[in-house]
């Protein structure tokens, strides 16, 4: 393992699509894809979002993720502000087949964890012909 | 010649920027944007009556991996980010998120009582909570009636 010192990144403003109904800002998440021979994972850094606060959606290979955080307490005042905080929203499209039935996703310490199975291939299906 | 004679000059420079982000704020009428360059983690720094909240936005990291000190008004926070590695037949498409060492030194803009620090961590936000000394906290003056 190589010593590495971290840097600090300013986060990406996600497009805007639309006008949307709660005011905020909404940032775009660091990723990693990678695949295996089985499945398709992906994990995002979305740090101040839990669990309950994720939504998920594949729809015509289009693979949306949204992650809701709460807006800071309104009792306290802002001294320094290094990092803005916000929702975070982000788009693949998948061109993998995926059995959407067995996707599963977690997620820990801000940390979205997708795994995405492969479909299996149309195996060949034999007609049976019933004899009357 | 010492412009800065008992002062920290970055702490200067700090306020400054704040003085001046405070300005643009008004002007603009939204939030301030968040300083470039610094160090690892960025941080924010918030206060209410009585105590002074500092958060990092550390995702991915386990909490012992985490190590925090205080000394003489300033805050050292120190720690690893692992991402661990996957099987080896993995190939992949993105990689974004980065791990390595950190080591962020904030100097502390107010008092706190060293005594009374509380950190927490949750869903990968590092917060922690530095209570003011008593003597500090400001107190409601009453005003009487003649």
């Known amino acids: 393992m190589t010593e590495q010192e971290l840097k600090?990144?300013?986060?990406?403003?996600?497009?805007?699509?639309?006008e949307r109904v709660r005011p905020g800002r909404v940032f775009i998440p660091a990723v990693d894809i990678f695949e295996t021979p089985q499945a398709l994972v992906l994990v995002a850094d979305m740090p101040g979002v839990s669990g309950d606060q994720v939504t998920l959606d594949l729809k015509d290979n289009l693979l949306t993720i949204h992650g809701q955080v709460a807006p800071p307490s309104?009792?306290?005042?802002?001294?320094?502000?290094?990092?803005?905080?916000g929702d975070y929203?982000?788009?693949?499209?998948?061109g993998e087949l995926i059995d959407k039935d067995k996707i599963e996703a977690s997620v820990k310490d801000g940390v979205l964890k997708l795994t995405l199975p492969k479909a299996e291939r149309a195996k060949p299906r034999r007609i049976e012909v019933k004899s009357g | 010649m010492p412009i800065f004679l008992d002062r920290d000059p970055f702490q200067e420079l700090d306020r400054l920027q704040r003085q001046m982000d405070h300005l643009f704020q008004n002007i603009a009428g939204r939030e301030r944007q968040p300083r470039r360059g610094g160090v690892y983690p960025l941080v924010n720094i918030s206060e209410d009556a009585d105590?002074?909240?500092?958060?990092?936005?550390?995702?991915?990291?386990k909490p012992e991996d985490l190590d925090i000190t205080l000394k003489d008004q300033h805050l050292v926070l120190r720690g690893e980010r692992k991402i661990p590695a996957e099987e080896n037949n993995v190939n992949y498409h993105r990689r974004e998120r980065e791990s390595g060492f950190f080591r962020q030194v904030l100097r502390l803009p107010a008092q706190v009582n060293p005594n009374k620090v509380e950190a927490a961590y949750q869903d990968g936000v590092l917060t922690i909570a530095l209570a003011r000394p008593e003597e500090v906290k400001p107190r409601q003056i009453e005003v009487k009636g003649a």
């Open chain 1, 89 to 94: 929203y982000r788009e693949f499209q998948v």
């Open chain 2, 51 to 61: 105590h002074l909240y500092v958060q990092a936005e550390l995702p991915g990291v």
């Open chain 1, 74 to 85: 309104e009792r306290e005042t802002m001294l320094v502000q290094e990092y803005a905080i």
């Open chain 1, 8 to 18: 600090p990144k300013a986060k990406e403003e996600a497009p805007a699509k639309g």
